[in-house]
């Protein structure tokens, strides 16, 4: 998303940020319309709706787990080792089912019960 901010034509912007709740369709539409025309909006959605590379297939136990690994080389100072494994923890895939879907959810996953 950050790639396409700065391509956004500034008439869009300033009626974004000019807009009220009520201009919201009228806003969100010009932006849609906009972003329908790009090639790289849709590799971006493409991108993020790929089972491969998507946080829906995201294994929340093993990519914690490499996040923990990380965490612990990073406190030792093994900060090529915590980039390894703070990699593998950005990249872990399985099902959609296993995603804690809920804030409360995903916070007992990272702290634990």
């Not at 294994?59 to 390894?84: I, P, Q, V």
């Amino acid at each position: 998303m950050e790639k396409l901010k700065p391509i956004i034509p500034e008439i869009i912007k300033r009626m974004i940020a000019d807009s009220t709740p009520e201009d919201l369709p009228s806003t969100c539409s010009s932006l849609h319309e906009f972003f329908l025309q790009l090639p790289c909006f849709h590799q971006m959605i493409d991108d993020l709706t790929n089972p491969q590379f998507s946080l829906c297939s995201k294994n929340w136990e093993s990519a914690l787990g490499f996040k923990r690994k990380g965490n612990d080389c990073f406190s030792a100072g093994d900060y090529s080792e915590a980039s390894k494994f703070y990699s593998q923890f950005s990249t872990v895939g399985i099902e959609a089912t296993e995603i804690p879907l809920t804030v409360p959810a995903i916070v007992e996953t990272i702290s634990g019960p």
